[in-house]
């Protein structure tokens, strides 16, 4: 059974998603953005694969949903990582 | 054959949650590491993305610990919770990013505002600086005009014409110094000169040899080692050494501007540098004048003090080659017996 707040949640992941794409220059100027934008697309996938499972292959769905979190995650981490790297060179060089 | 397909089934279900959960968990653990390392990390993030991020880590290891536990069954209260979280961690995602963009925005407005700031400030320099300097110019310029007319019908103050003529063309080389001085300085910042390698000996002995040619009034010794000393420099070397040496023979009593040029090796720091040492007999220069003689500004105008942008340009040709420059008395502590320009500059080997 499909739930509305899933549904909810992949129109606004999906909107969010349009807003990144129009807005890149400006984004892009966050440090080591295209990271950044992988997590959000990652989840966003999450998302809207939550909604399919409730249509068809609800076992597969269900488990790339889970697989999308966790890459997402450890994606996160890394653009955290990148980010300190990147403060703690520009300290070092300024 | 219904039982063991019934617990076939059992197995593979139990097997997918099991693998399920312990993505679930994985995903916790790790969105709490980066809470924590966000939590620690103060100067990261703005003030702002930093609230917002922590909001987004919290509601993400909510959803996590909601999946988690909903696998292991301990409640499903949880559960019902849980898509309301996910539906507000999606809005955050979406404030996260706004707020990086108005940061964005923000550090924009700033820089172009410096940036008019500093132009405003530049042309406000210039034109005082025309105001100032080119008037004084223009000034003896017809106080000399009108000493010539004065003697024009006077046969006994004819000799007097050769030395109005002479102030007259040290005026107008004044004003020409000045107006190429303002043209260099100002397209210093603009663009990245490039620099290359220049025999420094060379350069100094054409800018000698060249004003030798020009003036009567000066005596240019030098001390030079045998070898070649490189730097990286470009075409504005020569106009440190032009400006220095016409500064000395601007600013002297004497008959005869006495100069002296040493160039040698030295480390500083176990950098292999070059230090130029120009040594006048000027009027010398006193212990306030040390400390602002690079630096003309506003205030140095409108107090009337300096003349021209020579040193000023100087100090800002020398930091581009990563050198520096400064005064001295030629006689320690007897400012009136001269000075010397002491100029570091790296060396290229």
Redesign the interface.
């Given at each position: 059974m499909i739930k509305e707040n899933e549904i909810i949640v992949a129109i606004i992941g999906i909107g969010i998603f349009v807003f990144l794409v129009i807005n890149y220059s400006k984004i892009s100027k966050i440090p080591e953005s295209k990271i950044l934008i992988s997590v959000f697309f990652i989840f966003l996938l999450g998302w809207i694969f939550t909604v399919i499972e409730s249509l068809v292959l609800e076992s597969l769905f269900n488990l790339i949903e889970h697989f999308c979190y966790i890459i997402g995650s450890f994606l996160l981490l890394f653009w955290v990582f990148k980010l300190k790297q990147k403060r703690d060179d520009d300290n070092e060089f300024n | 054959m219904n039982l063991i397909s019934t617990l076939e089934m059992n197995l593979i279900s139990t097997l997918?949650t099991n693998?399920?959960s312990t993505?679930?968990l994985?995903?916790l653990i790790?969105?709490a590491?980066?809470f924590l390392?966000?939590y620690k990390?103060k100067?990261?993030f703005s003030c702002n993305c930093r609230l917002i991020f922590i909001f987004l880590l919290c509601l993400?290891i909510f959803f996590?610990l909601s999946?988690f536990l909903q696998w292991t069954d301990i409640t499903d209260a949880l559960d019902k919770i849980e898509?309301?979280i996910?539906?507000i961690e999606?809005?955050f995602?979406?404030l996260f990013?706004y707020s990086?963009?108005e940061e964005?925005?923000k550090t924009q407005i700033k820089k172009s505002e410096n940036k008019y700031k500093q132009a405003f400030n530049q042309v406000e320099f210039y034109k005082d600086l025309f105001t100032h300097d080119m008037n004084n110019i223009f000034q003896s310029l017809l106080s000399s005009n009108q000493l010539c007319s004065d003697y024009l019908h006077n046969s006994d103050k004819l000799d007097m014409y050769k030395e109005i003529l002479s102030i007259s063309k040290n005026q107008i080389e004044r004003g020409t110094n000045l107006i190429s001085n303002i043209q260099k300085l100002s397209e210093l910042g603009k663009y990245q000169m490039e620099l290359e390698r220049i025999d420094i000996i060379e350069t100094i002995m054409k800018v000698k040899d060249t004003l030798l040619e020009k003036r009567k009034n000066i005596d240019i010794k030098s001390e030079f080692p045998d070898d070649k000393l490189y730097i990286q420099a470009d075409i504005l070397l020569v106009d440190i050494f032009k400006n220095l040496i016409l500064n000395s023979i601007q600013h002297n009593k004497n008959p005869i501007a006495e100069i002296f040029i040493r160039i040698y090796k030295i480390k500083k720091e176990n950098i292999d540098c070059v230090k130029i040492e120009i040594f006048d007999n000027g009027v010398g220069i006193t212990k306030f004048q040390k400390d602002t003689i690079f630096k003309r500004n506003l205030k140095d105008i409108k107090n009337h003090r300096g003349s021209g942008l020579g040193l000023t340009l100087v100090k800002e040709i020398i930091k581009m080659y990563n050198g520096e420059i400064w005064v001295g008395d030629k006689i320690k502590g007897d400012p009136s017996k001269g000075s010397i320009f002491h100029i570091i500059l790296p060396e290229l080997i």
């Open positions: - | 997918e693998l399920i993505l679930d994985i995903s790790i969105t590491i980066i390392f966000i990390q100067y990261l993400r996590n999946n898509d309301y996910l539906i999606v809005i995602w979406f990013f990086f963009i964005f925005s």
